[in-house]
């Protein structure tokens, strides 16, 4: 099965960008769909953005929908996700997630997941 990677969180004032970055090894990339989650302490952890195998949909929560941009490219086996305008109630530790079949979002339908990386945005 795939090891998941997340890398590229930091500390950022509110209105910056960050781009993290989720790194796969171990199998074929491309048979995944891919998530990312997030989860604040003393919160459950929350869907925030999907994309199927090739790219071709893609899904959002409404919290973050037109400031939050999901990528994949298959051929260096990673996931993005590109944060604009961000706000301090976006700080989390944020996860990726890999699934074969579907694009659920809720996290118990994941068992494929990445250490996290933490985000912590600014007033």
């Known amino acids: 099965q795939v090891q998941l990677v997340e890398s590229g969180g930091g500390l950022v004032q509110a209105g910056g960008s960050l781009r993290l970055s989720c790194a796969a090894s171990?199998?074929?990339?491309?048979?995944?769909?891919m998530a990312w989650f997030r989860q604040a302490p003393g919160k459950e952890r929350e869907f925030v953005a999907s994309i199927t195998r090739y790219g071709g949909g893609t899904n959002y929560a409404d919290s973050v929908k037109g400031r939050f941009t999901i990528s994949r490219d298959n051929a260096k086996n990673s996931a993005f996700l590109q944060m604009n305008s961000l706000k301090p109630e976006d700080t989390a530790v944020y996860y990726c997630a890999a699934r074969q079949i579907g694009n659920p979002t809720r996290a118990s339908d994941y068992k494929l997941w990445g250490q996290g990386t933490q985000v912590t945005v600014s007033s």
């Open positions: 171990g199998r074929t990339f491309s048979v995944y769909n």
